[in-house]
């Protein structure tokens, strides 16, 4: 029964420091979120001690009760977020509910066709070093030279040609809506399923602001921790009831055992809190801020991949500026900013040093900025990014120290926990 800092002090100091550079870091990994107390104590609570394999009513364990009545509650509340019949809350990850899908609707073998990494796309939607591409015919489409928008030419030829059981949208690195009707109409042509996987804008659909891919989608996956503002984890939906009890066996028993309760009860927490006013506000901010901060860069003279967002992310090009991904990134954390390095379409780059950063406002919203913090944020990553072609690969020591002290400022402004 003792606590955390009593029972084990070397584990509770990596906890202090996470905490300490969680409140004092500006977080702008557009894959990351701030969950709120209720989420972290729902995952922190003693359902972790819980076997429950099974689903709810249909357990192989016995004191399955509170179980049940937390799963349901996600369930119930996932399906009223999104507006559909079906959902599977226990995948542990977005990469379990992906392939949850691919056991469930595609053997061994199959082709399936999703978006390269280099134009933005998922590991799990068939790139070579994950299981996507090792166990399947992975073919990849792309975007446009011209305008970074996704190919449907490509998409539909490469459909046509390589007859895919499994179309996959959605991506990590991708600022503008997907037109799903599009995909839908392709998927249909060629008689495979479409799946759309929204992990990053999933909170943007429910918060209204983003086309919602049910309409078009045979199965829906998301993880549950981006703009969705909950704790880690995957989720499967669809409208098809067939589908849904195949997603159901191949989830469980089929790619996993037991689920993480207290991750479930996580979940619940934050789809009610996504279902509550409140939501729609952060989301619409989330947009907006997104937008201001996007502009601020280009204004400081970095190109926009796809010339801006409609979404909580921009995908920055630092050509212009004569900086890489990388050093651009070391930099930014030296001023005490969090973001990561991005290949952008085409990039002549290698992964390891890249043309780009990704930058995104779900956390930076969350905490309270708005657009004036958002251009503020802009403006001191242009100096951070201006000092570094100035200086080299080692940055302006000055600026990055003036910049970490705006920083400092910014976020005692904001705080959190
Ligand atoms: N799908 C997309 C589009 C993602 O961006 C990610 C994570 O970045 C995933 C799936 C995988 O999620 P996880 O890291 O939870 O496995």
């Known amino acids: 029964t003792r606590n955390l800092a009593e029972a084990d002090a070397e584990v509770f100091a990596g906890v202090a420091s996470e905490l300490e550079r969680e409140r004092y870091q500006i977080e702008l990994i557009a894959s990351e979120n701030i969950v709120s107390k209720a989420v972290l104590e729902a995952q922190g609570s003693v359902f972790t001690n819980k076997y429950a394999e099974g689903y709810p009513g249909k357990r192989y364990y016995q004191g399955c009760a509170p179980s049940d009545q937390v799963e349901t509650l996600a369930i119930e509340r996932a399906k009223a977020l999104f507006g559909c019949g079906f959902a599977n809350v226990q995948p542990h990850s977005g990469a379990q509910a992906n392939g949850a899908v691919m056991l469930a609707l595609t053997k061994p073998g199959d082709t399936i066709l999703g978006m390269s990494l280099d134009a933005g796309g998922h590991l799990t939607h068939g790139a070579k ?13 792309g975007v446009r030279r011209e305008d970074h928008l996704i190919d449907f030419d490509q998409v539909e030829a490469l459909a046509k040609e390589h007859k895919p059981t499994l179309i996959i949208a959605g991506g990590s690195a991708y600022p503008r809506q997907i037109d799903f009707a599009r995909f839908r109409a392709i998927a249909d042509e060629v008689g495979a399923k479409f799946m ?80 509550k006013p409140d939501y729609k506000s952060y989301i619409a901010a989330v947009v907006e801020n997104a937008k201001v901060l996007a502009a601020t860069l280009a204004e400081r003279g970095a190109a926009l991949v796809a010339g801006g967002t409609d979404t909580h992310l921009a995908l920055v090009d630092l050509t212009p500026l004569g900086v890489t991904g990388r050093d651009a990134d070391e930099a930014l954390e030296r001023a005490a900013i969090t973001c990561n390095k991005n290949g952008i379409p085409f990039d002549p780059l290698p992964p390891v040093k890249t043309s780009g950063i990704r930058v995104g406002s779900p956390a930076g919203t969350t905490r309270g900025f708005g657009p004036a913090e958002f251009r503020e944020i802009g403006n001191m990553i242009a100096d951070v990014l201006d000092g570094l072609k100035a200086k080299g690969e080692h940055g302006d020591p000055s600026v990055e120290a003036d910049v970490r002290s705006r920083v400092r400022a910014l976020c005692e402004r904001f705080p959190i926990y």
């Open 196 to 275: 759309v996987d929204m992990a990053h804008f999933a909170g943007i659909v429910a918060g209204g602001l983003h086309p919602s891919p049910f309409e078009h989608a045979h199965v829906v996956t998301t993880t549950t921790h981006k703009t969705l503002r909950g704790p880690r984890g995957g989720m499967v939906m669809t409208n098809h009831e067939d589908i849904a009890k195949k997603i159901n066996s191949a989830v469980f028993p089929g790619l996993q055992g037991g689920p993480l309760m207290h991750v479930i009860a996580a979940k619940a927490v934050a789809f009610g809190e996504a279902l």
């Open 129 to 141: 070093a994950a299981m996507s591409g090792k166990w399947f015919n992975a073919v990849q489409y």
